[in-house]
């Protein structure tokens, strides 16, 4: 149990937790992993039978952490110390932990939320919110992403090396053990109102967003990959039918300025890709994601020469048009051009000369990163 400053409900909960331990005739240990308390919560749980473990680094992934790296147990069962969570009804847990599952995660929307347990922000955007981006980015079957309630495989958890050190540790767990491939399920647990008179550590939008920048973070599909893909694919469609002639819809008609936001469209989409590309390799070579076999195979097939050679080759044909507007530009006696003709032909040119341009130092820069992954 992470702590701070829980002398009011801590005793009950130690209590809870060594009561099914004893009632089920399971060896094990009430750890109380201490964040900095200053209200005689040690003592509490020193008085009752728990072992206390004191960790400096202040939050709550950080005391979560410390608690699980002193922890004895083959099976680690993790919950707050508010009595929110009912310690003494653990065994759908300890059944699928025996069953090899190596997370067991809570669902609290099947158990049941009381009322008054869950703030109306929470429980209605926040959670259903959050836990659904995150079964569609990482494909988890997991229905609540922030349940504080799990039980897990201790070597297991230890071995995606968790670093959060705040409320989006939670997330963090579900997240790696879904793509280093664990073995998860989840079980009802239910979610009382908790026994405090104090509000509680959580922080609706600061922490909200914590959790969104992890999801968003450890997805560069999400993040980039998609966004980046749509804007080229839209742009490059809108460009090569507006450098034709405008485009009439009804009453309406696209024309120059529409191309030049296609353009826009074009250079911010080729970005998004590399940033996509660039952010999963960094991430795998640091340790912040699994090796991906499909990624690498893809990467296999690139070469510094090989982007040399297409950007150089978009940038010939960038040149190329330019020269022809020139040209187009001298058939006028180098006068006054019509804008929207001139356009249709600058406009590419200058997408291709600067896409070009960025594939080649993209490579280059694609190419360091592989350096140092090879060196390692």
């Not at 922000?121 to 995150?134: A, C, E, I, K, W």
């Not at 911010?268 to 640091?286: D, R």
Request: hydrophobic share 45%; net charge positive; with cysteine.
């Amino acid at each position: 149990m992470p702590c701070l400053n829980e002398a009011e409900t801590l005793e009950v909960c130690i209590r809870k937790a060594k009561g099914f331990l004893e009632k089920n005739n399971i060896v094990g240990e009430v750890l109380i992993a201490d964040n900095g308390s200053t209200d005689g919560s040690q003592e509490i749980a020193t008085n009752n039978g728990a072992t206390v473990v004191a960790v400096k680094e202040k939050g709550y992934g950080a005391a979560l952490r410390g608690g699980v790296k002193a922890a004895q147990g083959r099976y680690v069962i993790m919950g707050d110390a508010d009595d929110s969570y009912d310690f003494s009804n653990l065994m759908p847990f300890v059944e699928k932990l025996r069953e090899g599952y190596e997370l067991v995660m809570g669902n609290r929307r099947t158990g049941g939320i009381a009322k008054g347990a869950m703030p109306f922000l929470h429980r209605y955007l926040g959670n259903p919110v959050l836990s659904f981006l995150g079964r569609i980015f990482y494909r988890s079957k997991i229905g609540d992403f922030q349940c504080g309630l799990r039980g897990f495989s201790r070597e297991s958890i230890e071995n995606l090396n968790l670093y959060t050190p705040g409320m989006e540790y939670s997330s963090e767990m579900v997240v790696k053990a879904t793509l280093h491939k664990l073995k998860i399920t989840e079980v009802p647990t239910t979610l009382s109102p908790d026994g405090r008179s104090r509000p509680p550590h959580l922080r609706t939008w600061s922490d909200g967003w914590r959790y969104l920048k992890f999801l968003l973070v450890h997805s560069p599909r999400w993040l980039f990959l998609y966004p980046g893909a749509f804007l080229f694919v839209v742009g490059l469609i809108m460009m090569c039918i507006l450098s034709q002639g405008p485009l009439r819809i009804g009453n309406s008609a696209l024309d120059i300025n529409t191309l030049l936001y296609a353009a826009m469209s074009v250079f911010l989409g080729l970005q998004l890709m590399s940033f996509a590309v660039f952010s999963k390799l960094y991430s795998i070579s640091i340790g912040l994601m699994p090796n991906d076999s499909r990624f690498v195979k893809m990467l296999s097939k690139f070469s510094l020469e090989r982007g040399l050679i297409s950007g150089a080759i978009l940038v010939a044909i960038g040149i190329a048009t330019l020269l022809y507007a020139l040209f187009y530009w001298e058939q006028r006696a180098f006068g006054e051009l019509v804008a929207s003709e001139i356009m249709r032909i600058t406009i590419p040119s200058m997408v291709s000369i600067v896409c070009g341009v960025q594939i080649v130092f993209s490579s280059f820069y694609l190419y360091t990163i592989e350096i140092k992954q090879h060196k390692k």
